[in-house]
């Protein structure tokens, strides 16, 4: 039986009441939530609540999923999507970055990213010498503007193909794509920015 | 100049292939064209190449493991059932002390950090061994250490016997022995000779400011036997009355 289909049983099971089909729905994806949104918020506590938040959405408007208009996991990574940008929406990173919503300006190349946004992360030389190589991605990849953060995991850590990411971020193709291209480069340069601070 | 074609590729057209060469689903003449663009253009080359890198780390990046008692708190804030599944796992691999190894870790973590240094490792080695060495001369057991009473009481007792026989160690040392009796005949070499019992009286004689008679003495101890006597009194002298007015005004 393929995926898709096994999924589809389990939503109709978990609709009509059964607990052990949600219980199989969590099981299969609370990694891969919680993931997107340790990678996304930063931090593991805040994870856990988001995780924990979109799983009672997704318990509230499971009835409202539709198999026929797309993939399960497309439908559960938006949710968990509309939440992460509520999340921070309501949190003060809301000042210091743009808003996940906003129209890129024409302008907004005008100014790299890493002068745009303020570093608050201990110094280079601290973290370098204390950290794993993966810690220090991570501690850059929260420097990215949200719009940017938030096409590259779901990209280069999610694996999920341009299509199903222009349909969980509401933009076009095309969008995604410059996205995710300006999201690593930047992601590059704040790396190396970082190093070249180290030696 | 950005936007001008080279190779046969304009910068824009670059940007719109930079996903499919990354992906390295770009073949043929356009990868040719791509790669040609690359080298040449100074602005879309180091774009390349910067996105090529941040594609590396953000792959480098491994999946976290969730906490264990995710799952087990998503089902009780959902159904409220406690799947028996779920929390016999949770309990098995989370303890009490997790979140307090959670918040100790970051504060000891350069401590241990250091410690695990070899020079660091080498000193608190040489320390552990000088001390079991100092211990073991001393006598101390360790086996001895889980005997040992804590009642106030016991540990009262202890002080004082422990007290009581350091004392008399000390005092029954030869030579704290031997040094002690020098420095006694030392002070009663350089202490200054003792006054004779009369030139005590005498002293008290002067230092009399009381006003009172001195008692009489029994006998004339500075008349020599041969000294003639000049004058005397009889033993027994008449008495007067003598009587004192005072002056009432």
Partial sequence: MEDAQVVARLVRRCVAGDVVAWEEIVQRY??????????????????????????????????????????????????????????????????????????????????????????????????????????????????????LREAVILRDLQDMDY????????????????????????????????????? | MAGEPKNGLQCAEFDALLNEALDATLTGPKLESFKAHARVCAVCGPLFAEADAGRRWLKSLAEV???????????VATTGYESQRVAVRAKGEASWADPITGWLRPVFAPVLSMSRQPRFAMSFGMAFFSLSISLSLAGVKVSDVRHVDLRPSAIKRTYYETTGRVVKYYENIRFVYEIESRVREFKKVTAPAVPTPKEQNKEKKDNNTSGQPEPRQERNYSQGENQPVLASLPNDPPVGTVTTYRRLS
């Fill in chain 2, 65 to 75: 493991e969730p906490p264990v008692t995710l799952m087990h708190n998503i089902l």
């Fill in chain 1, 30 to 147: 609370n990694r891969r939530i919680y993931n997107i949104c340790y990678r996304f918020a930063g931090s593991g506590e805040n994870a856990q609540d988001l995780t924990q938040e979109v799983f009672i959405k997704m318990f509230r408007t499971l009835s409202s999923y539709d198999v026929e208009r797309g993939a399960f996991m497309t439908w559960v990574t938006t949710i968990t999507r509309n939440l992460l940008v509520d999340h921070f929406r309501k949190s003060k990173q809301d000042r210091v970055t743009e808003s996940l919503d906003t129209t890129p300006s024409e302008h907004e190349d005008a100014m790299p990213l890493s002068e745009k946004i303020e570093d608050k992360a201990p110094a280079a030389d601290m973290s370098v010498q204390s950290r794993e190589t993966g810690e220090l991605v991570h501690t850059a990849l929260q420097k990215l503007s949200p719009e």
């Fill in chain 1, 163 to 199: 299509k199903d990411i222009a349909k969980v971020l509401k933009v076009p193709e095309g969008t995604v794509k410059s996205r995710i291209n300006r999201g690593r480069a930047e992601l590059a340069r704040l790396l190396q920015r970082t190093y070249r601070q180290v030696m």
